[in-house]
Structure formats: C-alpha cells, structure tokens
C-alpha cells in the first residue's frame, strides 16, 4: 500500500461546515494529490503538491484549499462544505517524476 | 485543453474473449498515457504505461499517436480482470494527470 492512508475514511457533514481531509505517507515522497472521485466525470485533479510549502492548482480546485507544512502531510480543507462537494476524495503519492502514483484507499464525503 | 475520452462506460464480454477498452486523448505536447485499473474493495492502482512498453497480466496498450488513441487489449479475457478501468495522461513533467470517466469491464463466465 506504498504506506499512504487518509483520515476520515468517512465523513458526513452538512452545507457550511468546514472538512479538513488528511493524506499521510511514510515513505517522505516529494509528490503528492489530491483528486475527487464521482460518476462519469472519473478522477479529477483538485490540488497537488511538490514539496513542502510548494503546491499548485489542478482542474477543479474551486472551494477547496490545501497544506503541505510536512512532507508526511497532504492536508485537503473544504472551508465550506457544499453538497456538490459530495464525493470519494483520494490522496496519491509518486516518489519520482517517472515513477508511478500510489494511491490511498479513498475518504467518502456526503454533504447534507 | 487536455481530455482524455473513454467512450463506454461498460464493457461486458464472455470469457475467453477478446477485449479492447477505448481511451482518447486530446493534448498539445508529447503525452505520457497510462492504464490504471480498480479491482472491487481495492485501491487503483497502475496496469501499464506507454513508455514501459510492457505488458501486465496479458493486457497491451499501443499509443497511436496520428488517432490519438491509447487502447488497451487483451486475447483473452479473465472473470479476474472485472474492474475499472481508467485510462489517464500525463504531460512531460508528471505534475498533473488527467484521467478518464472510467470503463467497468465485466467479463462474464
């Protein structure tokens, strides 16, 4: 499992709340993602992150932020909920540029 | 923009088939494409990818760069390779990925 997980694994919360989504990896790798998973539309890229401190926007980053302050960390924050925001959040780590991306066992999120 | 088109949303086919899942790209550069594959209760994980050139449990997948396409082929198909399926590109620094729709692949026994 490449030693990545996410926490929560499920969360229900309702519109307006804040939702910090945490991505943790043992193995110190440089790159890091966050992607949202929903019918017909697959994986889509949310934010990503090469570093500490150095992070960038994907497709669909709207409403949601994100942290890097440790290279274990890949923090996500919806910093207020809305139920379009309703989806399975993955995290995901690749160790090189030309290695492959591991991915972690997903976190469902409904919003009320 | 980047796309990457995956037109069947399902796939069945009876085992001992042929299968080919479609992928489409749409990208202004030199693309790296993947296959990545979600087994049930499992994380996705990657099948293959163009610059390896492998082939992994029997499935193949040729970039065709004037069609723009990335099928992926196997002879022969497995009730084991039932999963999901998602076809995904990246550019020349791996920073970002896109991906597509997906295609549940059901082979029937």
């Known amino acids: 499992d490449a030693g990545i997980t996410q926490s929560p694994r499920h969360k229900v919360t309702e519109t307006g709340t804040p939702v910090t989504l945490r991505c943790h990896q043992t193995e110190n790798h440089r790159y890091m993602y966050w992607y949202r998973q929903d019918p017909g539309h697959g994986l889509r890229l949310i934010h990503y992150?090469?570093?500490?401190?150095?992070?960038d926007k994907g497709e669909v980053s709207d409403g949601y932020s994100v942290s890097r302050s440790k290279t274990e960390d890949f923090l996500l924050t919806l910093e207020s909920a809305t139920s379009s925001q309703t989806s399975v959040y993955f995290c995901a780590i690749m160790p090189t540029p030309t290695d492959t991306q591991y991915f972690g066992p997903g976190t469902r999120l409904t919003v009320l | 923009a980047q796309r990457v088109t995956q037109p069947e949303k399902l796939l069945s086919v009876f085992k001992g088939a042929p299968v080919e899942l479609k992928c489409n790209y749409s990208?202004?550069?030199?693309?790296?494409l993947f296959w990545y594959v979600q087994y049930s209760r499992q994380r996705l994980q990657l099948l293959l990818r163009?610059?390896s050139r492998e082939s992994i449990k029997g499935f193949t997948a040729d970039l065709n760069k004037g069609e723009t396409s990335f099928h992926l082929k196997k002879p022969f198909a497995q009730e084991e390779d039932s999963a999901m399926y998602y076809c995904?590109?990246?550019?020349?620094?791996?920073?970002?990925?896109?991906f597509g729709s997906g295609t549940k692949l059901n082979v029937k026994p």
């Open positions: 992150s090469y570093g500490v401190k150095d992070t």
């Open positions: 995904a590109l990246s550019g020349a620094n791996f920073n970002k990925f896109y």
């Open positions: 990208y202004s550069g030199s693309p790296e």
């Open positions: 163009h610059i």
